[in-house]
């Protein structure tokens, strides 16, 4: 089994920056990648970011250029820092772990509200 933990979040007016942390632990050497995704009131969850344990990064295209998901080698820690929020920014965010074998762990949720 995986835990993870997410921190961070809170209220910002648009055009600030949030940082959110993400912290695995358990069986964390069967991990292979983290992301995170997000979900707004009435919408459909979206993926916001991905890192794979080779470094490879990934963006929806609503965040790129504003988001950067990074990770602490060896702590299995990750970190989104978010620039340039806007309001449709505001999110309840998941952590996501994802281990060989086919299994995804969630967190609970951390709350982002940007406001304008």
Not at 23 to 36: E, K, Q
Not at 38 to 44: D, H, I, L, M, N
Not at 54 to 60: E, P, Q, R
Request: charged share 20%.
């Amino acid at each position: 089994q995986i835990q993870v933990v997410e921190s961070g979040g809170g209220t910002v007016q648009a055009g600030g920056s949030l940082r959110l942390s993400c912290a695995a632990s358990g069986r964390t050497f069967t991990l292979y990648s983290m992301a995170w995704s997000r979900q707004a009131p009435g919408k459909e969850r979206e993926d916001v970011a991905r890192i794979w344990w080779s470094d490879t990064t990934t963006y929806a295209d609503s965040v790129k250029g504003r988001f950067t998901i990074s990770r602490d080698v060896g702590k299995d820690t990750v970190h989104l820092q978010m620039n340039t929020l806007k309001p449709e920014d505001t999110a309840v965010y998941y952590c996501v772990a994802n281990a060989y074998g086919g299994n995804e762990f969630w967190g609970q949720g951390i709350q982002v509200t940007v406001s304008s």
